[in-house]
């Protein structure tokens, strides 16, 4: 299985800040074949179900705020989110769907 | 709107089943791969299993593997995952989400605890 390991585990950030998440996989999710980095990123706050800021690996979800960007490639990976705002304090989970079982990073807890 | 309504958690005994279910509504569910995917209390996301259009193609996080079943009905818009033999580690909320790479659409859960 790819082992996807997150940090820092939490990350006190002021408002207006930028926070910045690292993700690493144990295997590289860059597919060969058409040059895709099979990783997405997740936000989640308390109460609800995950939401999908992020696919391929730099692609913002649909009404993602161009606060959050992604980047990285093969095993090694960053969110950024700029510009901190409030309803920013959540869980960030990065996930690899390159290869069966699909896989979550521990998460990162935001606050301010 | 697309909407996921998970249904069927409960309380049960371990050695116990379930089946959840998974309405489906503001898209075509049958021309999507759908995934469930758990979170123990207080805990991470982890993917339980997948199944294509048309359900002949079906995979399970090794921990579940021969003691749950994903299944789908595209003439009801529904995904199931039935539960057999649950262990107290299978407490968790039981997502669906829509796809099986990554997940654009989820629902809001159903919690599943497993305890005597």
């Known amino acids: 299985d790819i082992v996807m390991t997150q940090s820092p585990d939490s990350l006190a950030v002021s408002l207006g800040e930028r926070a910045t998440i690292n993700c690493k996989s144990s295997q590289s999710v860059l597919s060969s074949s058409d040059k895709k980095n099979y990783l997405g990123w997740y936000q989640q706050k308390p109460g609800q179900p995950p939401k999908l800021l992020m696919s391929w690996a730099s692609t913002r979800g649909s009404g993602v705020p161009d606060r959050f960007s992604g980047s990285g490639s093969g095993t090694d990976f960053t969110l950024t989110i700029s510009n901190l705002q409030a309803e920013d304090v959540a869980v960030y989970y990065c996930h690899q769907y390159y290869h069966i079982p699909r896989t979550f990073g521990q998460g990162t807890k935001m606050e301010i | 709107e697309v909407q996921l309504v998970e249904s069927g958690g409960g309380l049960v005994q371990p050695g116990g089943s379930l089946r959840l279910s998974c309405a489906a509504s503001g898209f075509t569910f049958s021309t999507y791969w759908m995934t469930w995917v758990r979170q123990a209390p207080g805990k991470g996301l982890e993917w339980v299993a997948n199944?294509?259009?048309?359900?002949?193609?079906?995979y399970y996080v090794d921990s579940v593997k021969g003691r749950f079943t994903i299944s789908r009905d595209d003439t009801k818009n529904s995904l199931s995952l039935q539960m057999n033999s649950l262990r107290a580690d299978d407490t968790a909320v039981y997502y669906c989400?829509?796809?099986?790479?990554?997940?654009?659409?989820w629902g809001l859960g159903t919690l599943v605890t497993v305890s005597s």
């Open positions: 989400a829509r796809g099986t790479n990554y997940y654009e659409a």
């Open positions: 199944i294509n259009q048309g359900g002949s193609e079906k």
